[in-house]
């Protein structure tokens, strides 16, 4: 009885736990709550938040002095912690965003 308890509830922990590792966020992480900033909704999805920063890149004077490597990146995330990633490493004055929270 104790085993099939001790069981359960680690069954219960993995399964809440696989979604929030980096390498499972592709899969189960659709949106992300980004406060605070004026051209998005509260909740975003990743491809909205690639649309916005490859247009940073593209047209932002700021962001023109970053490497091409650096669009080339941009182009291959494909989880929100290497959104992030990207954003922090390339933060130019207030042109960036922090999410809050997660949703899948």
């Not at 509830?9 to 189960?28: K, N």
């Not at 509260?42 to 700021?62: F, I």
Request: proline residues 4%; aromatic residues 14%.
């Amino acid at each position: 009885m104790v085993a099939s308890i001790v069981t359960a509830w680690a069954i219960s922990i993995a399964m809440a736990i696989i979604p929030l590792v980096e390498g499972h966020q592709g899969i189960y992480v659709n949106k992300a709550w980004i406060r605070d900033h004026p051209f998005f909704d509260e909740v975003v999805t990743l491809k909205d938040a690639k649309k916005y920063a490859q247009r940073l890149v593209t047209y932002s004077p700021k962001w023109s002095l970053i490497p091409d490597t650096a669009f080339e990146n941009l182009l291959n995330i494909d989880c929100w912690s290497e959104m992030e990633n990207f954003l922090s490493k390339y933060k130019l004055g207030n042109e960036s965003f922090s999410v809050h929270r997660k949703f899948g």
